[in-house]
C-alpha cells in the first residue's frame, strides 16, 4: 500500500518491491519497519506508520533508507 508513496518521494521505479521481513513498535498506532526488495540487488528499508484502526486511515511511509542489501541488519530508525 506504500508502494506509491515510496516511488514518489525517492523518485524511483520499482518493478520489484516485495516485503522480506519487518519489526512492529506500537506508539498510537503501530510503526512498521520493513525491509523491502526493490530489484535483484537492491533493498530499502522503510518507516512506515498505521494509525489506530478507529481513525480509519491507511499506512503512511514515514522515512526510508536506500542502499540497503538483503544481509543489512532491520534497524528502528
Known sequence: QVKPQFE???NMNCAV???IVYKTQV???TMYFIKVQTSNAEY????VFQSLPHENLGPSLV???TGKTRDDPLTYF
Open 8 to 10: 514518489s518521494q525517492a
Open 17 to 19: 518491491f516485495t516485503a
Open 27 to 29: 506508539v498510537a498506532g
Open 44 to 47: 530499502v528499508h522503510l518507516k
Open 63 to 65: 522515512s526510508f533508507q
